[in-house]
Nanobody
Framework: QVQVVESGGDLVQPGGSLRLSCAAS????????VGWYRQGPGKGRQLVAG???????NYGDSVKGRFTVSRDNTKSTSYLQMNSLKPEDTAIYYC?????????WGQGTQVTVSS
């Protein structure tokens, strides 16, 4: 049974930092590309950051220079380090695993940036 579980979401003040985790089980994690998406209130789901199976990364324009995506295949976990958080970063953050012929979503974790 495949499980993808995000954690680390919280309420944080503007300018603060959070680290989200995405832990996978039931899959060969190292074969998957990982995407971090978010969906804010009244908005569609958008790609925040991604990391390929080989470790190449890409970022959405709104988070470049503030967010860093990484992965630890030995722990079947991906991380999203978020710094200099802004109120507009408030959203549910989702983890997505993808490889040819398969994809899996997590249930999301809430990040709220507010004073």
């Amino acid at each position: 049974q495949v499980q993808v579980v995000e954690s680390g979401g919280d309420l944080v003040q503007p300018g603060g930092s959070l680290r989200l985790s995405c832990a996978a089980s039931g899959v060969n994690f190292g074969l998957y590309a990982v995407g971090w998406y978010r969906q804010g209130p009244g908005k569609g789901r958008q790609l925040v950051a991604g990391i390929s199976a080989s470790g190449n990364t890409n970022y959405g324009d709104s988070v470049k220079g503030r967010f860093t995506v990484s992965r630890d295949n030995t722990k079947s976990t991906s991380y999203l380090q978020m710094n200099s958080l802004k109120p507009e970063d408030t959203a549910i953050y989702y983890c997505h695993l993808r490889k040819t012929g398969a994809e899996h979503w997590g249930q999301g974790t809430q990040v709220t940036v507010s004073s």
